[in-house]
């Protein structure tokens, strides 16, 4: 192994190690308040990671997100709720026998949202992935619509628009920083990989892709469905932060946030998103101040509520229009920078190979 | 095998009431070089497209060594050995000279994607091999000096010699290049004209190409179509073509003037 | 069903249906010459319900003036739009400018919540426009026959328009082939803010007419009544102006006799619009007027 490539595996174990550190310092020295700001942004890091492994890196414009996530979260509430809870919140209509009396462990049920939101995302993707650009963005906003109409109705399983409390709570820093870690090592491994490249070929010429031997329809599916995997998981890890989940949560409203998150960073950038994603998170708490009303000298000014999501749209609005590449464009933060700094020798460097 | 590397059987190609191509029945020799030329809108990229599956022609059916791959998927064609280059260059912009050409290799990628993720060694090795197949690749078309720039910064001569080398890399049998030569001057067409030959050599390859420049052609190619509307008025070797009144009509009465102003 | 429900329900139909045929004309005719979905589009239905309600609850003013200040705003505004948030983009890859509709859209929607408030507020409906008749035994408000009857009229002047004048006869050359057309002379910036425009107004009187007829209005209202309608234009063959008056009409009938024979599946109303939606991409994505484009190798 050469020299440089040596360099960059001991920085990127530096790295971890200096996050494990950073983790430790904020579950010791920050409120519980906060930390469950760090945690929701984690959520939103993986979200939008997912997200953008779809839009930035494999060129489609999917807005079928919020779906997903509703498969995710439902199925991890509903393994994981006690049978005892399951008969105090499901009062309307008792849960169907099957699912009465399962209790799992977190870890299982997130795998097992993953899982099945990854099956609906296939589901989702055959159909839906031979569109274009706009006809697809429609479609799986339809799609995620659908889920949502059917959450609500079926009563028996999903508990209907009453929604579903008392889903075990969870506020451990380590548990969703640990995923979005892992979410985020998986995802950069496979961009850099031969698969990584062939979406990034599709996203830039599908034509020419298809040309060089790439199966259009099958890698869009590959990277569609672990998008949907990885919205399974955020949705399991929602449930877990907040306790309680509803079909209300997951509208349209939701796609949208993580799309300015993705967009923000740069579409194409896996640390322009998780950047993105901790600003964006911790905006919007700041922000909340804006909806509440203050008292200046005497004055009762009322709170604006709705006002944050107003910034938020034109901020969206803003980046695309003037700063499309947002944050980081399609640079990643990478090791060359620093190292070309110390002159460290780049014999036998190749371009981005994994 | 029956010597000829691709064969088509009358095909035809209809957009809605339009005939793009009309009962085309080519014959493309092991190992040749063969032209397809014809005026503006006569159909050749149409006929590039059916070849390479990205359309289905509305009849008739096509060859590659004697396998029928008619209505086939482009991908798959060129898992089976054909390798096209555009018309208009369709480099991928986000990329490399070098992550250009690897692109072409993941069609023959034999680990899977978990393998990938997880960086097993057979993922690892197969990814070191393409590296150094497509590197060395780029020698041989002379653009290794450039593997690390991004590929649309390049002067469109050697975007072209890159699209190329990016056919190349999914080792093909049969090469198709649309327009190669465009936008070249006359000194820039003659070293294309020996670079096609070369590579014909080097790599084994059958070729087909469309091309406007005569020079290029007549110099070259071992056979030549002329197409009209989607029609073939002639086929035959250069000094035939030369000749052919139809020809000299319809197409290169007009490539006179062409050369005339060169 | 008894014969006086069923001639309710095609009451009911052909309003819902000429209310979204208005509306759905509107996001064909931005998608043929742009190829965009104008998500905003539905939102102006919304901008146009509140400026006649204040219009007439805050300013006093007689209907009529209301509604007319109400549509030349809207229209103002969905020229503004497409200056400020699509013109710039218009060399930009295509996903671009779809975010910035839905940017559009989103801060018109939550600009209403701030500004007007999310509760949904009472329409005045103006009493010279909506009574109530009798037939028979069935009781209907006046709108179920103006509604129609005023839709009617703007479909042909529209059709008028677009086969007649120069104007029309630009915009259908623009939606066939919009980089010839820009060679030709066409003033292709013009046609779009006339496109624009027209579709605009449209939905203007469509937001009007809407909150006459279901008078409870709220920053939302758009929402889907604007997805539905994008559907219908689908339904009917998205690029075609005849396509999206009879997609408008097809998916009103549909949606209200889907409630009126199984109404224990009015949940799941909304959802039928696109499952409709999807079965249209898949199996005929040209709609039933429409026809397929071809992407140029």
Same mark, same amino acid.
């Given at each position: 192994m050469d020299k440089r490539r040596k360099s960059k595996n001991i920085l990127t174990i530096v790295v971890l190690l200096a996050s494990c550190a950073l983790l430790y310092l904020a579950d010791n020295y920050l409120s519980t308040f906060q930390i469950r700001i760090l945690n929701l942004a984690a959520i939103y890091a993986i979200l939008a990671l997912s997200m953008n492994l779809v839009?930035?890196?494999?060129?489609m414009f999917s807005l079928g997100h919020s779906g997903f996530m509703c498969v995710g979260a439902y199925t991890a509430a509903i393994l994981t709720m006690s049978p005892a809870s399951k008969e105090l919140i499901y009062y309307m209509k008792p849960i169907i026998p099957a699912l009465a009396n399962i209790e799992w462990p977190i870890f299982p049920a997130i795998i097992a949202a993953g899982l099945l939101s990854a099956l609906f995302g296939i589901l989702v993707g055959?159909?839906?992935?031979?569109?274009r650009d706009d006809y697809l963005a429609i479609a799986t906003l339809g799609f995620a619509e659908i889920i949502r109409i059917v959450v609500t109705n079926t009563v028996s399983i999903t508990n209907g628009s009453l929604g579903l409390k008392n889903i075990p709570s969870n506020n451990n820093i380590w548990v969703y920083w640990g995923c979005a870690i892992l979410t985020l090592i998986v995802l950069k491994r496979l961009i850099n990989s031969s698969w990584g490249y062939a979406f990034r070929a599709i996203r830039d010429n599908e034509i020419a892709a298809e040309a060089m031997g790439i199966s259009l329809f099958k890698h869009k599916l590959i990277s569609f469905t672990i998008g949907a995997f990885f919205a399974g998981v955020a949705g399991a890890l929602m449930g877990f932060l907040i306790t309680s989940v509803d079909p209300?949560?997951? #509208?349209?409203l939701f796609t949208f946030q993580i799309l300015l998150i993705v967009v923000l960073g740069g579409m194409g950038s896996l640390t322009g998103t998780v950047i993105s994603s901790l600003v964006i998170t911790i905006m919007m708490e700041v922000l909340r101040v804006v909806e509440q009303p203050i008292s200046i000298l005497g004055l009762n000014i009322p709170g604006l509520s709705g006002m944050r999501m107003v910034i938020f749209s034109i901020l969206l609005l803003l980046v695309i229009l003037y700063?499309?590449?947002?944050?980081?464009?399609? #640079?990643e933060f990478n090791w060359d920078w620093l190292l070309d700094r110390f002159k460290i020798s780049r014999s036998g460097e190749r371009g981005e190979a994994a | 095998m029956s010597g000829l590397t691709l064969r088509t059987d009358k095909i035809s190609m209809e957009f809605g009431g339009l005939?793009?191509?009309?009962?085309l029945s080519l014959e493309v020799e092991t190992g040749s070089i063969v032209g397809l030329i014809g005026p503006n809108g006569a159909g050749k990229t149409t006929v590039f497209n059916m070849i390479t599956g990205v359309y289905a022609p509305t009849s008739g059916r096509i060859y590659f060594e004697d396998r029928d791959i008619t209505g086939m998927k482009a991908d798959r064609i060129t898992a089976l050995g054909v390798a096209r280059t555009f018309q208009n260059i369709r480099l991928?912009?986000?990329?490399t000279v070098l992550e250009n050409v690897m692109i072409s290799k993941h069609v023959r990628m034999p680990a899977n994607l978990f393998e990938a993720v997880v960086g097993l060694p057979r993922y690892s090795r197969a990814r070191e091999r393409n590296y150094r197949e497509c590197m060395d690749l780029l020698h041989k078309v002379q653009l290794d000096d450039v593997?690390?720039?991004?590929?649309?910064?390049?002067?469109y001569g050697k975007q072209r010699r890159l699209e190329i080398a990016r056919a190349l890399a999914t080792e093909p049998r049969l090469l198709l290049l649309d327009e190669?030569?465009?936008?070249?001057n006359p000194a820039e067409s003659l070293e294309l004209m020996d670079f096609v030959a070369r590579i014909r050599d080097e790599f084994k390859l059958t070729v087909l190409m469309i091309e406007h420049h005569m020079e290029v052609v007549m110099g070259i190619c071992e056979k030549i179509y002329v197409l009209d509307y989607g029609v073939t008025l002639a086929k035959g070797n250069p000094a035939e073509i030369q000749n052919d009144p139809a020809v000299i009509e319809a197409y290169l009465g007009a490539v006179e003037i062409d050369a005339a102003n060169q | 069903m008894s014969l006086d429900t069923f001639l309710q329900n095609i009451a009911n139909s052909i309003t819902l249906g000429s209310l979204y045929a208005l509306i759905a004309i509107g996001y064909t005719m931005v998608y043929g010459i742009l190829?965009?979905?104008?998500?905003a589009h539905a939102d102006l239905l919304m901008v146009a319900a509140y400026i006649a309600f204040y219009g007439i609850l805050?300013?006093?003013?007689p209907w009529w003036l209301a509604f007319a200040i109400a549509i030349a705003l809207t229209t103002l505004l969905g020229i503004g739009i497409e200056r400020a948030a699509y013109r710039p983009l218009?060399?930009?890859?295509?996903i671009s400018v779809l975010i910035s509709a839905i940017g559009v859209s989103f801060l018109l929607e939550n600009l209403g919540i701030v500004v007007i408030g999310a509760r949904p507020k009472s329409f005045p409906r103006p009493e010279v426009l909506v009574w109530n008749l009798k037939m028979g035994n069935i009781s209907f408000l006046s709108l179920t026959i103006i509604i129609p009857v005023v839709t009617i009229i703007l479909l042909l002047l529209v059709t008028y328009m677009v086969r007649k004048t120069k104007i029309g006869m630009a915009m259908r050359a623009v939606s066939r082939d919009f980089e010839t057309s820009s060679l030709m002379a066409v003033n292709v910036d013009k046609v779009i803010t006339a496109t624009f425009a027209v579709g605009s107004a449209l939905a203007a009187v469509g937001g009007i007419m809407w909150s006459m007829q279901y008078p409870q209005v709220d920053p939302l209202m758009g929402v889907f009544p604007g997805l539905k309608c994008f559907i219908a234009a689908v339904m009917g063959g998205i690029g075609s102006i005849p396509g999206a008056m009879l997609g408008g009409f097809v998916l009103g009938f549909c949606e209200v006799f889907l409630v009126g024979f199984f109404p224990a599946a009015s949940g799941y109303r909304d959802a039928f619009a696109f499952v409709i939606l999807i079965l249209i991409l898949l199996?005929?994505?040209?709609?039933?007027?429409g026809e397929n484009v071809v992407e140029k190798v």
């Open positions: 839009l930035g890196f494999t060129g055959i159909p839906a992935l031979r569109l209300t949560m997951f #509208r349209f700063y499309r590449q947002g944050l980081m464009g399609t #640079r | 005939r793009a191509v009309s009962d991928f912009n986000s990329m593997w690390d720039e991004p590929g649309t910064t390049l002067p190669p030569a465009a936008g070249m | 190829r965009l979905i104008n998500f805050l300013f006093a003013l218009r060399n930009a890859p295509r199996f005929r994505p040209g709609g039933i007027l």
